[in-house]
């Protein structure tokens, strides 16, 4: 998946602008929830992610979470659990949570702009872009995991695994 590379003139752009830019020139689905928030769907190999960021004043921080759905088998929960710790600890930025009630997968992720820092356009693509490409990533492991079909180190070894050679 490839984002547009935008680099907007004018550093005091509102951030939620900027990914608003972004998802118009993207065509994705989106939805201006708040002037601080927004919410988007975001078509993948796997899946269609549902991918909100939000302003927090209060926190300093531009939010992001990356969600999907994820209908494991209550046996498959401890494995499931397991699975996204592995996953984690390959992850150096954000990190997978599972929300049993929603039935939902997210990855999180927070830039701190704490000291009245501003996101650039540059940040907020690379944020979008990584959410994606890491929930793609570990996707199928996951679903491997919930359908109580391997696992955790064999469907973590199968996705983390380098291909070596040409096709």
């Known amino acids: 998946m490839s ?30 929830i708040a002037d601080d928030q927004i919410a988007m769907a975001i078509e993948g190999g796997w899946s269609t992610y549902s991918v909100t960021l939000a302003l927090s004043q209060e926190d300093e921080s531009l939010r992001l979470i990356c969600a999907f759905e994820m209908d494991p088998d209550d046996k498959c929960l401890g494995e499931l659990y397991k699975s ?6 390959k992850c150096w930025s954000g990190a997978f949570t599972y929300w049993p009630e929603q039935r939902l997968m ?19 693509n690379d944020m979008v872009r ?29 996705v983390i695994s380098e291909a070596y050679g040409r096709a």
């Open 3 to 32: 984002i547009v590379e935008r680099d907007f003139d004018c550093e005091d752009i509102h951030p939620i602008d900027i990914v608003e830019t972004l998802a118009e020139e993207r065509e994705w689905d989106f939805d201006r």
């Open 106 to 124: 997210a990855y999180r992720y927070s830039l701190n702009l704490a000291g009245g820092a501003l996101a650039s356009s540059a940040q907020i």
């Open 130 to 158: 990584a959410a994606v490409a890491t929930s793609e990533c570990f996707y199928p492991a996951f679903q491997l995991v919930a359908g109580n079909s391997d696992s955790a180190e064999n469907a973590l070894g199968i």
């Open 84 to 89: 996204m710790g592995m996953a984690n600890d």
